[in-house]
């Protein structure tokens, strides 16, 4: 499993790390070995069995999932995923508890030391439904769980769960998504330099900060709408000299004014997001983005554009990962999503962009000019190999 390299990473005990290491390689035999078994299952004995009773193979995703739920090796396959997924969460746990003091002795330590970025909290703020009714991906307390003055210890646990959740596969500092997305921008539109940039949703800042990275004269904002994650975020970009503004807010509804940014980007957002909001929250991106600015969400492929197995593989989540609003937001079309926010069709644009940490820098020259499939049983599926889909307008 990846280590994280930032002054705010957690200590660990050998015990600790063998357990973490354990549970990321579980993770990975889960993900990689037992999914194209489960897939070789269904191609040899699923489908099959649909068809002759049927007359044709699975329409749809939902038909695909009807099918395989008698399954044994379905049923072994997701068991072993929420227990793997549970397992995350619990391995950080004694090392985040011993050293929870610490941690926030830190962070006060960062905003003494070094004045980059900011973080503004609005105590008045509410926090929907959607967020604080349940403990989404199974992390215990959710994102915006605070059970002390100053609690940034979510802000921790999600970091340092994702390092074992995502066993390697989200680059050095679990940024891969930003890096890569932005990275991508920059090499398809070489004359666009954004000045401003607004990350939606932004929990503890991993892909915000890729942004400065790739555009360092522009100010990076991001916002959220739990207080633990965006302490944990402001101190973690101090820690690692980045220059970006943390704010508490939510995106339905932007305290900026119109045509504020040039960039409005979210990251594995909006299928979080009830349906209702998702409206909301793409009407303010188009309202605060200046003429002639990109709006880009990096999301799990839509569920039209992919096989009916893949599309099933996806919504998994939706149904054993405590994620209620991830297969009702892939069963929409994004293109009619950015239309109804205020893009003209003929600006929509989507990508698949490949995992720089994965495949390296001269993948993105590549994909500029070949671009990625989306049907593909790696485009949004953390496994190996993984390539990143994202789409949006410009305005």
């Avoid at 390697?168 to 932005?182: E, K, P, V």
């Avoid at 401003?196 to 709408?225: E, F, M, Q």
């Avoid at 990096?298 to 989540?317: G, V």
């Amino acid at each position: 499993m990846l280590d994280l390299k930032h002054d705010l990473r957690l200590g660990k005990t050998r015990d600790e790390q063998a357990r973490m290491n354990f549970v990321a390689g579980l993770r990975s035999h889960v993900l990689n070995d037992m999914a194209n078994g489960m897939r070789a299952v269904y191609d040899a004995e699923v489908e099959p069995a649909f068809r002759r009773k049927a007359g044709r193979a699975p329409q749809d995703g939902p038909q695909v999932h009807q099918a395989i739920r008698p399954n044994e090796y379905f049923k072994f396959y997701s068991s072993l995923r929420v227990t793997a997924q549970d397992m995350v969460w619990q391995s950080v746990f004694p090392p985040l508890e011993r050293q929870r003091a610490d941690l926030k002795q830190k962070a006060k330590s960062l905003a003494t030391r070094r004045k980059s970025g900011s973080l503004k909290l609005d105590a008045n703020l509410p926090v929907p439904r959607s967020v604080s009714a349940l403990d989404v991906h199974l992390m215990p307390g959710n994102y915006d769980g605070e059970y002390e003055k100053d609690d940034l210890a979510a802000g921790s646990l999600y970091d340092n769960g994702l390092a074992v959740f995502s066993f390697g596969l989200m680059g050095q500092n679990l940024d891969d998504i930003g890096q890569s997305i932005s990275r991508f921008v920059k090499a398809r539109y070489p004359g666009f330099k954004p000045q401003d940039v607004l990350d939606l949703g932004c929990t503890i800042g991993h892909n915000t900060g890729s942004w400065k990275d790739t555009y360092p004269a522009a100010r990076v904002r991001g916002v959220d709408v739990a207080a633990p994650c965006l302490r944990y975020a402001h101190a973690r970009a101090q820690a690692q000299d980045r220059a970006v503004d943390f704010e508490q807010m939510n995106a339905t509804e932007l305290k900026y004014p119109d045509a504020s940014f040039d960039v409005v980007f979210s990251s594995m957002f909006l299928h979080e997001v009830p349906r209702k909001d998702i409206t909301r929250v793409l009407a303010e991106a188009y309202r605060v983005l200046r003429p002639g600015g990109l709006m880009l969400h990096m999301e799990l492929p839509p569920n039209a554009q992919l096989s009916p197995y893949d599309a099933f593989y996806l919504d998994w989540d939706s149904s054993y990962n405590n994620e209620p609003y991830y297969k009702p937001f892939r069963d929409l079309v994004p293109q009619q999503l950015c239309e109804q926010a205020g893009f003209s069709s003929a600006n929509y644009v989507q990508f698949v962009v490949p995992s720089i940490a994965w495949f390296g820098e001269q993948a993105i020259a590549n994909a500029v000019r070949a671009p990625g499939s989306v049907d593909s049983d790696k485009t949004g599926r953390l496994s190996d190999g993984l390539q990143w889909y994202c789409f949006g307008a410009w305005k």
